[in-house]
T-cell receptor, first 111, second 111 residues
Framework: KAGVTQTPRYLIKTRGQQVTLSCSPISGHRSVSWYQQTPGQGLQFLFE???????NKGNFPGRFSGRQFSNSRSEMNVSTLELGDSALYLC??????????FGSGTRLTVV | LAKTTQPVSMDSYEGQEVNITCSHNNIATNDYITWYQQFPSQGPRFIIQ???TKVTNEVASLFIPADRKSSTLSLPRVSLSDTAVYYCLDSQYNQGGKLIFGQGTELSVKP
């Protein structure tokens, strides 16, 4: 079966712009989580959506937001980009609270 | 706060068995331990999960002693392709899709 698909794979944006990243979970998975990975901070949880509702949120500023659609696909948005937002953004889907499958991520570079 | 402690890095040679130990002193009765593997610019991949004693699958073995305050991931006969970062997670902190990753162990396998 198809895995978790994240698009785009690479993205270059300018400071101050906004960006939207997309994640298509494994078919049947209703939970989608987002993570930011940087060399300095490692893997950090952003937020999780389940059946179109945000169920959990990490410690990130309000510039980071997300949503989930009725087909479980999810998007995350970062507004007013800063250089420090350069990172690998990962999405994971799950059928329940166990067994998370990650996508290959979107590499965002802010210049 | 990671909640688990692992060595930052380890070196090995092809064909050797590698054991990576994780400390989880605050593990609760209902917690289980999960290990993930991550290659550069990819999302973490589930390796193995266990509650106590020994669990084995086609990739690795997981040993958890009776007190469950530590666990050891064992990779038999590693190859160059096993060079990756390995993360140990305590499920106590996995709430609503929120996985708490520590710094992980960077394993380098040399020819």
């Amino acid at each position: 079966k198809a895995g978790v698909t994240q698009t785009p794979r690479y993205l270059i944006k300018t400071r101050g712009q906004q960006v939207t990243l997309s994640c298509s979970p494994i078919s049947g998975h209703r939970s989608v989580s987002w993570y930011q990975q940087t060399p300095g901070q490692g893997l950090q949880f952003l937020f999780e959506y389940f059946s179109e509702t945000q169920r959990n949120k990490g410690n990130f500023p309000g510039r980071f937001s997300g949503r989930q659609f009725s087909n479980s696909r999810s998007e995350m948005n970062v507004s007013t980009l800063e250089l420090g937002d350069s990172a690998l953004y990962l999405c994971a889907s799950s059928l329940d609270t166990n067994g998370y499958t990650f996508g290959s991520g979107t590499r965002l570079t802010v210049v | 706060l990671a909640k688990t402690t692992q060595p930052v890095s380890m070196d090995s040679y092809e064909g050797q068995e590698v054991n990576i130990t994780c400390s989880h002193n605050n593990i609760a009765t209902n917690d289980y331990i999960t290990w993930y593997q991550q290659f550069p610019s990819q999302g973490p991949r589930f390796i193995i999960q266990g509650y106590k004693t020994k669990v084995t699958n086609e990739v690795a073995s997981l040993f958890i002693p009776a007190d469950r305050k530590s666990s050891t991931l064992s990779l038999p006969r590693v190859s160059l392709s096993d060079t990756a970062v390995y993360y140990c997670l305590d499920s106590q902190y996995n709430q609503g899709g929120k996985l708490i990753f520590g710094q992980g162990t960077e394993l380098s396998v040399k020819p």
